[in-house]
């Protein structure tokens, strides 16, 4: 997937994305959707149609003043007036209305649609670099879609509007239709030109936009400030955002002021179309042709399309601009995952099933490294193994294919004989229980929903909860927080308050002590512990979870010389194996490191 950067949009995709725009915003919120386009129209049209009624209430008035007729003779045009400018009010209100409905129904699910789509896309799809800017893209455009969907129908509206005052001039001065439309292809063209112009600099320039947003987002989170404000790093950070800023603005104000500057040429021609037109509708009306009434509809039928015609092409070309970007949101929803699901449920229970990884070979995508070489490895239900190794050895790489957020091209990984590719992902995923080195912390809920997220899918039990939090040692702070497991963990928020590293790492065991899954994976789960807490929470990982499998991946050996059985992975495969006396007796990889830390704790 290479990125286009001088992507264009035929008229057919336009169409395309403008249809797709429509039923998505119907789809959010159906009912306002298409009271909004019903009533656009009804709106939009509403100016040739009052200039009709004014025009007859008019040649009553000169009928009546004339021919000394009973005043009361006007009444009906006028009511006639006053009903119409009623009905149009109530509809303007009606659609401002449900207008709102639709902005906020925008507001809120279209994160939810979004985040479900993502969430369905997988982690090998995600860390594509492309898929990634699209996203941006897309997340950058979302928050729009219901203002872009009401342009949408404005220019419908407005065609409706551009065909009945058409209709109107045409009949009284067809060359005025023909200046206009002449002087307008120019125009048109320029404006899709640098419409183009504008969407490239917009593409081009998402990778270092996200750049620019991540370092203001870092100037502005408060976990930041500490580094900041003692390195001092403030200027910089501001200078690296500034200069994007500025420079993007550049670049942007130089398109802009060119598309303007050459449009307003065109513009001229049409101004004097209509002072030519005013002339003939006039020379009409000295000759007698034509009725005072008959001028003004005709003087505003006149306005109406020369005003429409040009808001039509302007229009076109920002909803063209518009859809370009539009069509990277509908491209994001229309992308598929790269690891298909497969049709083979694991059988429900508590029971772990064997794990057994054939001759597995892997690297990255976009990379021409192997992170896994020839891996051979076979983890039996409810054993209890360890997994150490250098860093890069390709440990977490082992947790991730066995999560399968990527798919294994090369060899395979079986659960209870069947390819982990053949595998209904929601089934394994209900056995497996991962706690990663880079763990969630969900700061705007509270300590209890941090461990109920653990497994969110039951009727949440409190008992359970507190019995995981004991288990992973939360019980040694949780009397500091003043709202107990109603604490929310963040200080930003009114009562809030923010947990110590270490403290998070305990809140998230306990999430896993809570989910009690048949298979549990621990990627580094201590890293921020102290030693006492370590050793307290692995006393109570092979008790708690004794008829589980447990896969522990550590750097301290300290954690996992009680495991079944130790592996010792070197570049990408498995290196040595046994247990922890075995492999000290083997006097290889795992007897130099654990030699050499346990110096370090001497």
Known sequence: MEEDKDKKLSFGQFLGTLRWLVAYNIKLAPTAAIVEIVLAILIEVSPVINAYIFALLLDDVIRIATTHVSPNEIFPMLGLLLSYNLFISAAQSTRAYFGRVLT??????????????????????????????????????????????????????????????????????????????????????SNKYYVRKHWQLFRRETENRRRANSVSGALIETVNLQEITITSAYKYLSNVFKTF????????????????????????????????????IFKNFFSRFISIGDVTFQMRSLDIFVNNFSQVGGRYSALYEQCMRISEVKEVFDMKSMVADGNVAIEEGGVAPSMVFKGVNFKYPNSDRYVINGLDLEIKSGEKIAIVGENGAGKTTLVKLLSRFYKVEEGGIYLNDENINNIKIDSWYKKLGVLFQDYNTYGSLTLKENILLGDSHIEPNEARMKLAASRANVSSFIDDY?????????????????????????????????????????????????????????????????????????????????????????????????????????????????????????
């Open 245 to 280: 800023a500025d420079r993007y603005a550049k670049e942007e104000f130089a398109i802009i002021k060119r598309r303007e500057l050459f449009g307003f040429s065109f513009k001229v021609l049409t101004v004097g179309a209509s002072i030519f037109g005013y002339f003939s």
């Open 104 to 189: 906020s129904a925008s507001s809120f699910k279209s994160p939810m649609v979004l985040y479900k789509h993502i969430h369905a896309l997988g982690i090998q799809t995600l860390e594509n670099p492309e898929v990634v800017n699209k996203i941006q893209r897309a997340k950058e455009m979302l928050g729009n879609l219901s203002d872009h969907f009401r342009g949408a129908i404005e220019f419908i509206a407005r065609i409706v509007v551009l065909i009945v005052a058409t209709a109107v001039v045409i009949k009284i001065m067809p060359w005025v239709v023909l200046v206009v439309f002449v002087a307008m292809i120019p125009g048109f063209y």
């Open 482 to 602: 003043t709202n107990g497991y109603d604490q929310v963990l963040d200080e930003k928020f009114k009562g809030g308050t923010r947990p110590s590293t270490g403290q998070w790492q305990k809140i998230a065991i306990a999430r896993f002590f809570y989910r009690n899954s048949p298979v549990v994976i621990f990627d580094e789960p201590t890293a921020s512990i102290d030693a006492v807490s370590e050793a307290e929470i692995f006393g109570q990982i092979y008790e708690f979870f004794k008829d589980k499998t447990v896969i522990t991946i550590s750097h301290r050996f300290s954690t996992v010389r009680n495991a079944d059985k130790i592996y010792v992975m070197d570049n990408g495969s498995i290196a040595e194996s046994g247990s922890h006396e075995e492999l000290m007796a083997l006097k290889g990889k795992y007897h130099n490191a654990f030699t050499i830390q346990a110096e370090g704790y001497k």
